[in-house]
């Protein structure tokens, strides 16, 4: 079965540069249609669409975040990676990575979560 | 950017039928999917491509979509269905994908 697994620090200071990682199984980045995408939730708010990796290296981020945005994959270890430069309290949220199947731009199997705070 | 409303809270008493609805502009000619988040979980989806539902979703839960406004409908809601409900599209004009702002159901 899909699953997927954040991983990252849980604790960031405001201006440094946060990195997750995505560890995922039960499925191969390298088959044709299917992507990764990245999620957050400030608490108590909405869900907010970052980024997305498909399986030929084509990427896409939010507009209002693209220039601190970065996202790759790594195929043969199933990881994806995202890192957001500039890290401000407001950024402090939970952050999913989520599994988007061929031909339909939805998340279908999301990771638990991870809880990042930024704060000095 | 695309926009996706949604209301804030709906409340339904047990039994009774809960409609949530997601609005944006032309959004009958996007598919719409629907996600369920409880607290301290991940979303899960519930509704696809406007109507259709993952397994083991209990058929309580359907979609429509037409116009400016996508509904996600919960017959004979039940306590268990008390969560956040958020719609999700694909705005095919920039290839991104866009969240609603969330909608709290409360079962009374």
């Known amino acids: 079965q899909i699953t997927l697994k954040e991983s990252g620090p849980t604790l960031v200071k405001p201006t440094q540069t946060l990195t997750l990682t995505c560890t995922f199984s039960?499925?191969?980045?390298?088959?044709?249609?299917?992507?990764v995408g990245w999620i957050r939730q400030p608490p108590g708010k909405a869900l907010e669409w970052l980024a997305l990796?498909?399986?030929?290296?084509?990427?896409r981020y939010s507009p209002s975040l693209k220039s601190r945005l970065t996202i790759t994959k790594d195929t043969s270890k199933n990881q994806v990676v995202l890192t957001m430069t500039n890290m401000n309290p407001v950024d402090t949220a939970t952050y999913y990575c989520?599994?988007?199947?061929?031909?339909?731009?939805?998340?279908?199997?999301w990771g638990q979560g991870t809880l990042v705070t930024v704060s000095s | 950017s695309y926009v996706l409303t949604q209301p804030p809270s709906v409340s339904v008493a047990p039994g009774q039928t809960a409609r949530i609805t997601c609005g944006g502009n032309?959004?009958?000619?996007?598919?719409v999917h629907w996600y369920q988040q409880k607290p301290g979980q991940a979303p899960v989806v519930v509704v696809y491509?406007?109507?259709d539902r993952p397994s083991g979703i209990p058929e309580r839960f359907s979609g429509s979509n037409s116009g400016n406004t996508a509904t996600l409908t919960i017959s004979r809601v039940e306590a268990g269905d008390e969560a956040d409900y958020c719609c999700?599209?694909?705005?095919?004009?920039?290839?991104?994908?866009?969240f609603g702002g969330g909608t709290k159901l409360t079962v009374l």
């Open positions: 039960g499925f191969s980045l390298s088959t044709n249609g299917v992507g």
């Open positions: 989520a599994h988007s199947p061929p031909r339909k731009r939805l998340f279908d199997y």
């Open positions: 032309k959004i009958g000619s996007k598919s």
């Open positions: 990796i498909y399986w030929d290296d084509d990427k």
């Open positions: 999700q599209v694909w705005d095919t004009g920039s290839d991104h994908w866009v």
């Open positions: 491509d406007d109507s």
